[in-house]
């Protein structure tokens, strides 16, 4: 399984961002996309994910009400929309996945087998 992460760059506050996640190499479709990311000198975070097994979005709430996750099946791809972006959401974004299982809250880095590459997102005040 193989995630390729796009859609960062640099914008302004109150600017908006759609990042994007596309998953190959997957066999079924009972898997779980979330997104994380890291700040300079800080440990990766949560922001959001929808599991396969509940299909209802979580996020984090630093990012509550500005941010929203959706999908295109059809192209395999997984959608984090960033609006009303603020300097504290500059990080490196990264989106992970997990193939199958329920037994986990999908909000820990260590719940995910697999990574993209992460997409760098800078917010200029």
């Known amino acids: 399984v193989q995630l390729q992460a796009s859609g960062g760059g640099l914008v302004h506050t109150g600017d908006s961002l759609r990042l994007s996640c596309t998953v190959s190499g997957r066999t079924s479709s009972a898997y779980t996309v979330a997104w994380f990311r890291q700040a300079p000198g800080k440990v990766r975070e949560y922001v959001a994910v929808?599991?396969?097994?509940?299909?209802?979005?979580y996020y984090a709430d630093s990012v509550k009400g500005r941010f929203t996750v959706s999908e295109d099946n059809a192209k395999n791809t997984k959608y984090l929309q960033m609006n009303s972006l603020k300097p504290e959401d500059t990080a490196v974004y990264y989106c992970?996945?997990?193939?199958?299982?329920?037994?986990?809250?999908?909000?820990?880095?260590?719940?995910?087998?697999?990574w993209g590459q992460g997409t760098e997102v800078t917010v200029s005040s």
């Open positions: 992970a996945a997990v193939m199958g299982g329920k037994g986990y809250t999908g909000i820990l880095a260590s719940d995910y087998e697999y």
């Open positions: 929808t599991r396969w097994f509940d299909n209802n979005p």
